[in-house]
């Protein structure tokens, strides 16, 4: 049970990315070993087991990275009734842990992807590099401790930016709307912020958005960052951060056992009290998630949370950064360059514990000379990481002002 709840909770950390096909991992902790099994990826992939069974169409791509890794992609361009899509294209992008499937979990008429269909948008789901359905690479396999050897740098680098550009141009280089929840806000604004990607993006809808993780008040996330919880399974070399192994379960609950730690929800204390979550999903969200990530990806979260600054990944010394970037501290990805002109729709939770009400305010405070007539901020004092993608509301609540702002660009 706790390895379940466990799994849950790091889900929705960051979601605040299962691992290599056919594989079996033994490691040791304090002499105690450890196994991880992962099944191969279904062949079916998205589209048949999670979007067909719901009566609409739906199209499998890959996208290769100029980093050489494969990417699924998932397309829903008709409504169930099978009509066309008559809307500007819309791009969906996972947070951490996660992966497009995020879209989907719930029923057609509270999940996202299958709204945006009914409603006329040709929708595109993407998956991330680790996740189950984007484990290809031209060259590595998810064996290799090289496979994992990235942050979030390289996401925004490479993945996003490939994910943008293909279905720029499978649509007749249409301009489409985009649509990120956690750490797939952080990528976005990151790319913004160095004025890529904006040339193809009518407009951004930012979901329990993530620049800086400095005022992050959970108190089990604090312990796992103060306790270098990341670096210390990249150390075992673990390079793969996958949440159902048996290494991120003992760590996490050495963590669950030190004093002021309360574990009896965890989920609600790493991502503050989800106000609408349908509990009946738990299950299916089980079945699919949670997804592996980079280890050195959660280190590189756990640095801006200690810091407090949106930044490259540092490498720990001032010779290792200089050969990476010519220069003895990471560069720093700075907020008030995203354009003045970029449509963008912020929303955020009054109890969200990740996406902290203080470091949006300190994002905001950033985007101030922001157009006035481009900028939605949208507070929604009741909800928490969570609810923005998993809530019975989110329709009612987020959605539809999020499609009224889509209309406007």
């Known amino acids: 049970m706790l390895n379940s709840l466990i799994s849950l909770c790091f889900v929705t950390l960051f979601c605040v990315s299962a691992a290599a096909a056919s594989r079996t991992k033994i490691y040791s902790i304090n002499g105690h070993e450890g196994k991880f099994v992962s099944s191969p ?25 100029q980093d050489g890794y494969i990417l699924s992609m998932q397309r829903m361009p008709k409504a169930r009734s099978g009509k066309p899509a008559d809307m500007p294209p819309v791009l969906l992008q996972h947070g951490l842990l996660m992966d497009g ?23 595109w789901i993407a998956n991330t590099r680790g996740t189950k359905y984007s484990l290809g690479h031209t060259s590595l396999s998810p064996n290799d401790p090289a496979y994992w ?10 993945d996003v930016t490939a994910s ?24 976005a604004f990151a790319a913004f912020s160095q004025d890529k990607l904006v040339s193809m993006i009518r407009s951004a809808a930012l979901l329990s958005p993530i620049a800086y993780l400095g005022q992050m008040p959970s108190q089990l996330a604090r312990s796992a960052v103060d306790a270098f919880l990341a670096e210390d399974i990249y150390w075992l070399g673990l390079h793969e951060f996958a949440p159902r192994g048996g290494a991120v379960a003992k760590l996490l609950e050495d963590i669950c056992q030190k004093p002021g730690n309360n574990c009896s929800n965890l989920m609600s204390s790493f991502t503050g009290q989800n106000c609408c979550l349908n509990s009946s999903r738990t299950d ?9 990530t980079a280890t050195k990806n959660m280190i ?37 360059k995203i354009p003045k002109d970029l449509p963008l729709f912020l929303s955020y939770g009054g109890k969200d514990l990740l996406s902290d009400v203080k470091d949006v305010k300190h994002l905001l405070g950033n ?7 481009k900028l939605v901020v949208q507070y929604i004092k009741d909800y928490a990481h969570a609810d923005f993608v998993f809530g019975i509301q989110a329709n009612r609540d987020v959605y539809d002002p999020m499609m009224a702002f889509f209309r406007l660009h």
């Not at 990826?41 to 990275?65: F, K, L, N, W």
């Not at 649509?171 to 750490?183: A, C, F, N």
Request: proline share 4%; net charge negative; with cysteine.
């Open 101 to 123: 499937i995020t879209w989907l979990l719930n029923s057609p008429n509270e999940s996202l992807a299958f709204i945006l269909a009914e409603k006329g948008y040709d929708v």
């Open 164 to 187: 943008v550009k293909f279905v720029h141009d499978q649509t007749g280089q249409q301009k489409l709307h985009y649509v990120g929840h956690s750490l797939g806000t952080l990528v």
């Open 41 to 65: 990826p279904a062949a079916d992939g998205i589209c048949r087991s999670m979007v067909q069974s719901q009566g609409y169409i739906c199209h499998e791509h890959t996208v290769t990275t």
């Open 149 to 158: 050897e990235w942050t979030w740098d390289e996401l925004m680098a490479y």
């Open 284 to 292: 299916i969200f089980l079945e699919h998630e949670p997804q592996s």
């Open 300 to 336: 590189h979260l756990a640095q801006m949370a200690r810091k407090g600054t949106i930044a490259m990944y540092d490498y720990g010394n001032e010779d290792d950064n200089m050969n990476h970037y010519g220069q003895p501290t990471p560069p720093v990805y700075n907020m008030t």
């Open 367 to 373: 985007l101030k000379d922001h157009d006035s007539d």
